[in-house]
């Protein structure tokens, strides 16, 4: 269930909860969790810094709803707000209520401030999204 103190931090757009990046990362140190549905390459080389995440692209979430926590509140977070809105609507349609959305994703979330982790080895490269490779990996 969404706290009171939570639900009064967040604002709707689009029909749906939203949470700036300090109140999402603050909420998040008070448990909730943060999903993170952007492609696993981009998830592979920079990770929002909270204490607990599941990472899920958001292409494959019906299929990984089932290990999602219910009973928990989930933030939702991607690159810019784009997929996670269309993950909003899927967990909607599934029958979760506690999901909140990350405004302005990862981009809002760096803009700032908040703690992100990040692999130099999975940096990506490229002079076009199609060619994108890991920049420093010598595989």
């Known amino acids: 269930m969404i706290s009171e103190i939570i639900r009064n931090k967040c604002f709707t757009s689009a ?13 998040c140190l008070n448990g909730a969790m943060l999903l993170d549905v952007r492609d696993p390459a981009l998830t592979a080389f920079k990770q929002f810094g909270v204490p607990e ?11 990984f709803a089932d290990h999602l926590p219910d009973n928990r509140v989930l933030i939702v977070a991607d690159s810019v707000g784009l997929f996670s809105h269309e993950a909003m609507i899927i967990l909607n349609d599934l029958g979760f209520e506690n999901i ?4 302005g994703g990862l981009v809002e979330w760096e803009r ?15 002079s076009c999204v199609c060619q994108l490779r890991p920049r420093e990996r010598k595989d």
């Open 53 to 63: 995440f599941i990472s899920c692209h958001h292409i494959k979430l019906k299929e």
């Open 15 to 27: 029909g749906f909860l939203n949470l700036t990046p300090n109140d999402a990362y603050e909420a």
């Open 112 to 126: 700032d401030g908040m703690p992100v982790a990040v692999d130099t080895n999975e940096r990506l490269s490229g």
């Open 100 to 103: 909140i959305n990350l405004a």
